[in-house]
């Protein structure tokens, strides 16, 4: 083993190390106020590190091949590094019950650290390693505070995640089994040539594989931890799953199904896209219609993210044209979704230090009490919804426009049912903008979140503009990426 | 007649468990029960893994790769670990509700 090796979890490394620092420094110092701009420090580190690495085009393996390195590991950790950057800047405002600041940052750095290693991994132990080291760190991120609530949401958290994770390692172990290896490559030719006798087999393991997936990409029917967590965890905790742990969770799917389970080419592949198909059909289909009977403006999101990660499963579903039209889609989409996410769930933040609820009725006439903070979240409804000239509209369009490429007659219906679904989730999206808009206020007490807020949600809010009226930049940064996927 | 045990015995034991491990995960209302089931499916799939690592055409060549062997070990560490933070959660909601059970805790919808 050389150190060139180390080279290539870079990143991960120093968020890692960084998390050390600010466990040290908390219990060293005992002061709150050292552990944030250390966290933050970290996060530009790593930020840098991973930009050197898409400079120079670093590339290629190591460890054995079980890690990897190239734009599609790049794109994810530089995506991943921006969302947990904004949770460390604007997320003190709603940590009022979490006391353990130092073991919050700590645990946000090694989380990041561990998505980043999971889009890297291309073996199968490597993949299974990762994944359950992000998810028992979410599980502790969930409970932590002094609230029966977060602690409540944590233990759900767990229990549902222990239970997907286990049925994910029988997929592994079936694939295993099949290809004889746990290298990704390996398995990806075994598959390509199963004979009809194993083609039960490949059938199950991708099944029990999308179900193990499903729960970290929040897809129906692997979604009924979804609201409860969103609502108890402290919305920071939301914030970041909801963003990040999505993000990572369709990297990873986007890795073991097209670099594993035989890309566009092979009768494996035409199986597991209608499977999402069904998947996304079904998640944006419920989660809207439960979003709309939701007053709480966390479990609202929370049953929007269900929709909306139907929405993305869409592009997973598109894989059927052999190209990378649909995995590169995704990634467009995620990346729209984090700056729109963000925006949304910092803005809940805010209001929520101010008024001490999470009620919708609490946001009546916010316009007229705050009207930097009304705009920017008005903006990203319409983005969540997906109306020009906003990013989540070019996102839907991409992602719609891959699934019609494909040039499959269900996948042209899928399009009409995600565009159907567009119209219910305007419904809710949309009559929040209005009460933020128009209906009056019950405190009508202005007030002006903090500074770091503010930086936050004009980011967000340029991000959201920006990329729904200059896309380029980022669908160019997409597709390389779902390039090195093949 | 021979009475070697061969590699399709030992996939239907790990099925079985497999099988009785979702059952129980699912069906139990309390939350050790259900990590007790989580830990069962753990161990169908690492025997599961024994099983075609051991009779895999590798090991039978004589090459003897222990890819999964390795896997298992992973498997059982990372097995651990979540069952500490299983535990010290369900400490935790304990010491809010004096119950694990499940049913009564609802706060939230589930």
Not at chain 1, 26 to 52: E, H, I, K, S
Not at chain 1, 119 to 143: C, H, M, N, P
Not at chain 1, 176 to 204: C, K, N, P, Q, Y
Not at chain 1, 297 to 309: D, E, F, M
Request: proline residues 3%.
């Amino acid at each position: 083993m050389n150190l060139e090796a180390f080279h290539f979890i870079g990143p991960a490394i120093v968020l890692l190390a960084g998390a050390v620092l600010v466990l040290l420094a908390d219990l060293a110092t005992g002061r709150r106020a050292c552990v944030r701009p250390l966290a933050m420090l970290t996060l530009a580190a790593a930020a840098l590190y991973a930009a050197t690495q898409a400079a120079a085009d670093t590339g290629g393996q190591a460890f054995g091949g079980a890690i990897g390195v190239d734009r599609f590991t790049i794109y994810v950790a530089l995506l991943l590094i921006v969302i947990t950057a904004a949770v460390v800047v604007a997320g003190e405002p709603g940590l009022t019950r979490v006391a353990q600041r130092g073991e919050f940052y700590a645990l946000l750095l090694a989380s990041t650290a561990s998505m980043m290693l999971l889009a890297q991994a291309r073996d199968l132990v490597a993949i299974f390693v990762a994944l359950e080291t992000t998810s028992a760190v979410q599980y502790i991120l969930v409970g932590l505070g002094r609230d029966a609530r977060a602690s409540e949401a944590g233990l759900k958290y767990l229990l549902t995640g222990a239970i997907a994770a286990a049925v994910l390692l029988y997929g592994f172990v079936l694939l295993f089994g099949i290809a004889g290896s746990t290298s990704l490559a390996d398995i990806s030719r075994a598959v390509a040539e199963t004979g009809d006798e194993t083609r039960l087999a490949v059938v199950v393991a991708f099944v029990l594989i999308a179900a193990g997936v499903g729960f970290k990409m929040a897809i129906v029917p692997f979604h009924a931890w979804v609201p409860d967590v969103y609502q108890g965890a402290a919305t920071p905790v939301t914030v970041f799953l909801s963003a990040a742990s999505k993000a990572a969770g369709f990297a990873i799917a986007l890795r073991l199904f097209y670099t594993g389970l035989g890309g566009g080419d092979t009768p494996v592949s035409a199986d597991w896209a209608k499977l999402f198909g069904v998947l996304a059909a079904v998640s944006m289909t419920l989660g809207n219609l439960a979003a709309i009977q939701q007053t709480d403006v966390k479990r609202l999101l929370g049953y929007s993210s269900i929709a909306q990660a139907g929405n993305i499963a869409v592009g997973l579903a598109a894989v059927a044209t052999g190209s990378t039209l649909g995995p590169a889609a995704v990634l467009f989409f995620l990346g729209t979704y984090a700056a729109t996410n963000l925006g949304a769930f910092i803005a809940v933040i805010a209001v929520g230090a101010r008024v001490g609820s999470d009620e919708l009725r609490d946001y009546a006439g916010l316009l007229r009490r705050s009207p930097g903070l009304a705009i920017v979240l008005v903006l990203c409804l319409l983005s969540l919804t997906g109306l020009p000239p906003t990013a989540g509209f070019l996102a839907k369009l991409y992602v719609f426009n891959s699934a019609v490429q494909g040039g499959e007659q269900w996948l042209v219906w899928l399009v009409v049912v995600a565009v159907f679904n567009t119209a219910l989730s305007a419904y809710y999206y949309l009559r929040w903008a209005r009460t933020i808009l128009l209906d009056e206020p019950l405190d009508p007490a202005p007030f002006q979140p903090p500074a770091a807020t503010n930086a936050v949600l004009t980011a967000a809010a340029l991000g959201v503009l920006f990329f729904g009226i200059v896309p380029t930049p980022l669908i160019d940064a997409a597709r390389s990426a779902a390039a090195a996927l093949a | 007649m021979s009475l070697s045990v061969t590699l399709a015995h030992y996939l239907a034991v790990s099925g079985v468990v497999f099988g009785i491990g979702i059952a129980v995960a699912l069906g139990k209302r309390n939350a050790i029960a259900v990590l007790m089931g989580v830990e069962l499916m753990l161990n169908a799939a690492n025997l599961a893994l024994l099983a075609f690592s051991r009779f895999g055409a590798a090991f039978e060549a004589g090459d003897a790769p222990l890819a999964g062997h390795a896997f298992v070990v992973f498997v059982l560490t990372v097995a651990a670990a979540e069952a500490a933070v299983a535990l010290a959660m369900a400490v935790l909601v304990y010491r809010h509700r004096e119950t694990i059970e499940l049913d009564r805790i609802n706060l939230m919808r589930w």
